[in-house]
């Protein structure tokens, strides 16, 4: 349960129920259930095929943002946020302002999007919760997705373990 997110994750053995009996059991009760990933579909980076991910083309800031990561040689860290969303406003005043993610985030080509503003790329990236971050190598696969508030220490282990895969 995440409460700044106003938002619960439920775990199940997908062997003894079926997620659709989840769903409308969640649905009776007044939430609104979305299924974001089941272990069906969830596949690590190193599982997802070269031609699953594509890097959505013809948005300006993304264009210039990965342009310069690959110019670089560095991953490209986009975070999708919005100006009224709570966990994102800790996200700037907790998390960023930690001096260990300030210093590995020099490493990194940010992107900052405001889902308000790009709705239609952050739509291209299935963003369903914010803060949601995406970490793509300089090649354009797409490494991790975090999504929700992180901590420095969360964030900064994330951030070196990409840079690590990058430097291979």
Same mark, same amino acid.
């Given at each position: 349960?995440?409460?700044?997110? $106003?938002?619960?994750?439920?775990?199940?053995?997908?062997? &003894?129920?079926?997620?659709?009996?989840?769903?409308?059991?969640?649905?009776? @009760? #007044?939430? *609104?259930? @979305?299924?974001?990933?089941?272990?069906?579909?969830? *596949?690590?980076? $190193?599982?997802?095929?070269?031609?699953? =991910?594509?890097?959505? &083309? #013809?948005?300006?800031?993304?264009? $210039?943002?990965? %342009?310069? %990561?690959?110019?670089?040689?560095?991953?490209?860290?986009?975070?999708?946020?919005?100006?009224?969303?709570?966990?994102?406003?800790?996200?700037?005043?907790?998390?960023? %302002?930690?001096?260990?993610?300030?210093?590995?985030?020099? @490493?990194?080509?940010?992107?900052?999007?405001?889902? $308000?503003?790009?709705? &239609?790329?952050?739509?291209?990236? #299935?963003?369903?919760?914010?803060?949601?971050?995406?970490?793509? /190598?300089?090649? #354009? /696969?797409?490494?991790?997705?975090?999504?929700? =508030?992180?901590?420095?220490?969360? =964030? @900064? *282990?994330?951030?070196?373990?990409?840079? &690590?895969?990058?430097?291979?």
């Amino acid at each position: 349960m995440h409460l700044e997110r $106003d938002e619960f994750e439920v775990t199940f053995d997908a062997s &003894q129920i079926d997620e659709q009996k989840i769903i409308e059991t969640i649905d009776k @009760t #007044g939430f *609104k259930a @979305t299924l974001v990933a089941s272990r069906a579909n969830v *596949k690590t980076p $190193d599982e997802t095929s070269e031609n699953e =991910f594509i890097l959505p &083309q #013809g948005f300006k800031i993304l264009d $210039d943002a990965f %342009a310069k %990561a690959q110019k670089e040689n560095k991953p490209l860290l986009i975070d999708f946020y919005a100006e009224w969303c709570v966990p994102c406003q800790r996200m700037e005043k907790e998390t960023f %302002a930690d001096a260990k993610v300030k210093e590995i985030l020099q @490493t990194v080509i940010l992107l900052k999007v405001d889902t $308000d503003k790009e709705p &239609q790329l952050a739509e291209k990236f #299935g963003v369903v919760g914010l803060p949601d971050f995406r970490l793509i /190598k300089p090649d #354009g /696969k797409e490494f991790r997705r975090l999504r929700g =508030f992180q901590t420095a220490e969360n =964030f @900064t *282990k994330d951030l070196e373990e990409i840079i &690590q895969v990058t430097k291979k």
